[in-house]
């Protein structure tokens, strides 16, 4: 599945809820997290639906590699100039809520809200 109607974040990739982006190209988008635990918390997420790592295969290693790539220089680029937390969560026992991938992106000054 490419896309799935249901998903909230391909809701968002194809621009049927709003979010506040960061970055966007053909296949990534990334955008501030609505409940940030940090001064600085974004996601960013392929814009194909993949529900979780669980499903990636090694067709998509290169996407994963983007995704964590983007991470520093978005991080940077949103103020968090002195290092940056990142996480997936996935799965029930992960933590994770939404299932589409998505690496959190969190920095700023400490402390933070959660963790
Ligand atoms: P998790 O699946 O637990 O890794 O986290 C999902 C994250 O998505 C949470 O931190 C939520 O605050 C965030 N989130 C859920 N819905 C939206 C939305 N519409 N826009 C931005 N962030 C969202
Ligand atoms: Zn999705």
Do not use: Y
């Amino acid at each position: 599945m490419t896309h799935d109607p249901n998903c909230i974040f391909c809701k968002i990739v194809a621009g049927q809820i709003p979010a506040k982006k960061v970055f966007e190209d053909e296949q990534l988008l990334a955008f501030h997290d609505i409940r940030p635990h940090a001064p600085v918390h974004f996601l960013i997420i392929p814009k194909l639906h993949l529900a979780s790592l669980e499903e990636v295969q090694p067709e998509h290693e290169a996407l994963l590699g983007r995704m964590l790539g983007l991470a520093p220089r978005l991080a940077r680029e949103q103020g968090a100039d002195n290092g940056f937390r990142t996480v997936v969560n996935t799965g029930i026992d992960g933590g994770q809520e939404v299932f589409h991938l998505h690496v959190h992106v969190m920095g700023g000054p400490r402390p933070w809200k959660i963790g």
